[in-house]
């Protein structure tokens, strides 16, 4: 009986993880392969504040979203703490995800770094996304994680 339980909570985890991972899969902006952020490196623009590309040769997966870094010490980076480092929305443009629920695509090149958090935006300059979201960042926040936490439920 001991081990009944033992299989069925490990079943349940293991169900539990597998359904996360379609959901991340389901909402993520991801290029054929399941890459994220079109192949542009997570760390390079938190740490090195600047959109890098990645390399294939230094890819992670995560959950069920591939990730490539510039280097080995940023995928090492990205491995000790990858929720630090993932993009928020799920890589979609923040503003449009916020303002209307839509996912566009962004701009990998077109980005903020506000409270140590990564938000991409679809067009460029102070005239794009980002000088929409600049414009109400503090309810476009609350909006965007409301909306984004309730794909996840």
């Known amino acids: 009986m001991k081990y009944f339980f033992t299989l069925a909570a490990f079943t349940l985890c293991l169900s539990f993880t597998q359904a996360q ?6 909402n993520f902006n991801l290029e054929k392969g399941m890459i994220a952020l079109q192949g542009y490196d997570p760390v390079g623009y938190l740490i090195q504040k600047k959109a890098i590309k990645g390399k294939k040769e230094f890819s ?5 979203i591939n990730y490539w870094f510039a280097s080995d010490a940023n995928r ?3 491995m000790k703490d990858y929720q630090k480092y993932e993009p928020q929305y799920g890589g979609w443009c923040a503003f ?3 303002s209307t629920g839509q996912k566009i695509k962004p701009n990998p090149e077109s980005f903020k ?3 140590g958090k990564l938000y991409l935006f679809s067009g460029s300059g102070a005239t794009g996304a980002m000088g929409k979201w600049n414009g109400g960042e503090a309810s476009l926040k609350s909006k ?3 909306t ?4 996840f439920r």
């Open 21 to 26: 991972i379609g959901a991340r899969q389901k």
């Open 60 to 64: 992670l997966n995560v959950m069920g």
């Open 76 to 78: 090492k980076t990205f």
């Open 96 to 98: 449009e995800f916020a």
């Open 113 to 115: 770094i506000s409270g």
């Open 144 to 146: 965007g994680d409301k």
């Open 148 to 151: 984004w936490n309730q794909l």
